[in-house]
């Protein structure tokens, strides 16, 4: 499923990556992934998918 639609990127993805880079914070992760530079609708669903990975450790 994607949750960025504006470049295409889906929750695997962003799940993949958390793990990857060791992500805790959404500007972390919008270092590696361009989540949120553009509309910025997926920053609420990236931000919970990153405390959904970490709470999950
Ligand atoms: Fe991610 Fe627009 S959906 S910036």
Known sequence: MYV???????DKKI???VHKH????INELRQ???V???C???VR????????????L
């Open 4 to 10: 960025c639609l504006c470049h295409g990127v889906s």
């Open 15 to 17: 799940i993949s990556t």
């Open 36 to 38: 949120g530079s553009c």
């Open 22 to 25: 060791q992500i805790h914070t």
């Open 45 to 56: 669903q990236a931000r919970q998918l990153i405390e959904n990975e970490q709470s999950a």
């Open 40 to 42: 910025g609708k997926c």
């Open 32 to 34: 590696i992934l361009p």
